[in-house]
């Protein structure tokens, strides 16, 4: 086990008491999902973001005692989706971090006729004066098929797939400022992008009972994991004693911690009844979170392998 993944855990998963803290420090600290080879864009990596997250513990610590001033930045505009949340975090995160600095934050790019793209953080490098593009994804996806293979891992309503993600985030997201009508309108900000670099967090869902993590080249250094599994799977296997909380898309990101409404395995059962889409549940063992997975309808995988899947 790493000194990373010790201090993810440490450090991230039940230091903090308050929500929104919790999720800001998954958001700048958690593992990268994946690792990509790219000579045009930077993908940031595990150490990076353990590097900025130990540079910022001390504030985190001031703010879970006081989280007034993250909490009033997040009213200021409601995230309903949980890309706009993350991106979020991330903004306060770089309007009160000692070294980077927010020159624009979702900077829409458009001809006469269209929106081009948007980009999503244009930041200064206060150490070097360099001018970076930024661009972030949160995303959570559940294998299915050939584990070591990116076109079998599949967002939880079958709309996304990770190679399509990839691609999409490579070719276009982080290639706006070489669009003519991004350089135009750089120009007219007066930022000159140097450097592009990718965000990229979230969780692989493996199937329950799968032998072992695969190995595979594009998986980010101790990506987070969870497990999928069917409704009747989930109801034979569960332990009848065990404490449950079925989790709000809000509640994706960081570990939970034991609260009042944890739910024994009959209302859980119950919840996921009338479930069409899969959904999210986080198994606890005292206060602390042990696991979490998606629980799908059980004929969610039938028809996966013909879904065209499209990026978002």
């Known amino acids: 086990m790493t000194t990373a993944f010790i201090r993810y855990n440490a450090a991230m998963a039940y230091a903090y008491k308050h929500p929104a803290v919790r999720d800001l420090a998954w958001s700048i600290g958690s593992p990268a999902l994946v690792q990509v080879d790219d000579s045009r864009t930077t993908w940031k990596t595990t150490e990076w973001f353990t ?31 949980l890309g706009s949340y993350f991106e979020k975090l991330w903004g306060f995160w770089l309007t009160t971090n000692k070294r980077y600095r927010l020159l624009q934050a979702n900077l829409p790019v458009r001809d006469l006729t269209k929106t081009i793209g948007e980009f999503d953080f244009l930041v200064e490098d206060t150490r070097t004066g360099e001018h970076q593009h930024w661009e972030l994804a949160v995303k959570f996806y559940l294998g299915v098929g050939k584990l070591d293979q990116t076109c079998h891992w599949w967002g939880p309503m079958k709309r996304d797939r990770l190679d399509l993600k990839l691609t999409h985030m490579q070719q276009q997201q982080c290639r706006l400022s070489e669009h003519p009508e991004g ?26 009972n799968a032998p072992g993590i695969i190995d595979a080249q594009w998986f980010g250094n101790l990506h987070l994991q969870g497990w999928w599994t069917t ?23 960081s570990e939970i911690q034991a609260t009042d409404n944890l739910q024994p395995l009959e209302d859980t059962l119950r919840h996921l009844e009338d479930a069409r889409q899969p959904k999210m549940i986080a198994i606890l063992q005292g206060r602390k979170e042990i696991s ?18 499209r990026s978002t």
């Open 231 to 253: 409704r009747s799977e989930f109801t034979r296997q569960a332990n009848p004693n065990g404490q449950f909380k079925s989790l709000d898309k809000v509640q994706w990101l």
């Open 183 to 208: 350089q135009r309108l750089l120009a007219e900000k007066g930022i000159e992008v140097t450097s592009r670099c990718a965000i990229m967090k979230g969780r692989l869902f493996y199937p329950l």
């Open 292 to 309: 979490r997975g998606f629980i799908t309808p059980d004929h969610w995988s039938d028809s996966i392998q013909k879904q065209p899947g």
């Open 51 to 81: 590097e900025i997250h130990e540079a910022y513990r001390p504030f985190l610590k001031q703010l879970d005692q006081q989280p007034d001033e993250l909490l009033l930045w997040l009213a200021e505009c409601p995230c309903h989706r």
